[in-house]
């Protein structure tokens, strides 16, 4: 995102050419900020000269997404939460649905994603257990996933989702992202390609994170590595990149 200092106005930016992409006059910016003891939520539009916080009992969020004229966020308790910033007031917070603890129970730690797929919002569950066997000074090692798609009118899961059919999801530290793998060479379909994004851990462990990265097949639940060897970085999360698909 870059600011011109003189007008306010803001445009995008472009991390390989530095080519700035203009930004309409209809839009709504909503992001995630650390203070008061943990991170919260607050929204901005042209015009305005500060950033609007909004209140709410969030707990620790993991992942926000926009879809359908509306933004959702998850937190790490499992609560979605519907934020209508789009028309000229700010409805209150809505609390969508509440994972149940059931869940999660039985693993030792979870992250959770929104997800966009075929017109459809899904949440998508990580399961992984602390592994101090392969790694001696211990770090996070996947095991499976699940995902649930959300029914946003009444505010419930649906069945859970067994296959993602052709299409194909990245997960990580930034936004997650689908794409139709039949149009795309060497992408593997109904697959997870996945991350290392327990950022926690990056600081302690010898060399930094990045161990914990994969494909999980949603058909049979067996994990591959799609990197050989290892790409440690004590700071820098791996982070999946959009390239222009033509």
């Known amino acids: 995102m870059d600011v011109d200092s003189n007008t306010g106005e803001m445009n995008l930016l472009h991390p390989f050419s530095r080519t700035q992409i ?35 009992e969030w707990g620790e969020i ?19 939460w519907v934020i209508d910033v789009i028309g000229p007031k700010m409805i209150k917070p809505r609390l969508l649905v509440q994972l149940e603890d059931d869940m999660w129970r039985e693993h030792h730690t979870i992250q959770l994603y929104l997800v966009e797929l075929c017109g459809a ?11 101090d066997i392969a790694y001696l000074e211990g770090a996070y090692k996947t095991l499976k996933f699940k995902a649930f798609e959300l029914d946003v009118i009444r505010g419930e899961f649906k069945e859970e989702i067994k296959t993602l059919g052709e299409s194909t999801i990245f997960l990580g530290h930034n936004r997650p992202i689908t794409i139709d793998s039949s149009k795309v060479t060497g992408v593997k379909s109904n697959h997870i390609y996945f991350t290392d994004d327990w950022s926690e851990q990056f600081n302690v462990l010898e060399g930094g994170g990045g161990r914990d990265m994969g494909t999980y097949n949603f058909e ?11 790409s440690l970085s ?7 990149i959009t390239p222009s698909i033509r």
Do not use: M
């Not at 993991?62 to 979605?80: A, D, L, P």
């Open 234 to 240: 004590p700071i820098c999360l791996p982070t999946w």
């Open 62 to 80: 993991t992942n926000i997404s926009y879809f359908k004229g509306q933004f959702y966020s998850v937190s790490w308790s499992g609560r979605v």
């Open 220 to 230: 049979d639940g067996k994990i591959e590595a799609f990197y050989p060897g290892l």
């Open 22 to 56: 203009p930004l309409s006059q209809d839009y709504v910016l909503l992001g995630s900020h650390y203070g008061g003891g943990g991170n919260r939520l607050a929204f901005w539009r042209p015009g305005n000269l500060n950033w609007t916080n909004i209140t709410a």
């Open 121 to 131: 919002l899904l949440l998508v569950i990580r399961f992984a257990n602390y592994d």
